[in-house]
Nanobody, 121 residues
């Protein structure tokens, strides 16, 4: 079994900051890419940021310069530091990871349960 557990969401005023965390646990042999997606009401889920096992990153244009993704491979954890938050950042944020399990033959995508981020005054 593999689980991704997110934390750090909440309510913040425009211009504020939040830090999301996502810890992977279970029968994990290795983790490839990790990332954060978000889904606002009535919209499709979209990629926010991703980071490879080697540390290469990519971001959605809408968050470049404001959000920073990082990971701690020893803790199987990925982070998303969100600064200068705006109301349009309001969404449920989901963690994603490509994980190979012990005894598995390849990498599979796993998702967290989601954490709500609300930006409002």
């Amino acid at each position: 079994q593999v689980q991704l557990v997110e934390s750090g969401g909440g309510l913040v005023q425009p211009g504020g900051s939040l830090r999301l965390s996502c810890a992977a646990s279970g029968s994990i042999f290795s983790i490839n890419a990790m990332g954060w997606y978000r889904q606002a009401p009535g919209k499709q889920r979209e990629l926010v940021a991703a980071i490879s096992s080697g540390g290469s990153t990519n971001y959605a244009d809408s968050v470049k310069g404001r959000f920073t993704i990082s990971r701690d491979n020893a803790k199987n954890t990925v982070y998303l530091q969100m600064n200068s938050l705006q109301p349009e950042d309001t969404a449920v944020y989901y963690c994603n990871a490509e994980i190979r399990r012990f005894g598995g033959s390849g990498y599979k995508n796993y998702w967290g349960q989601g954490t709500q981020v609300t930006v409002s005054s």
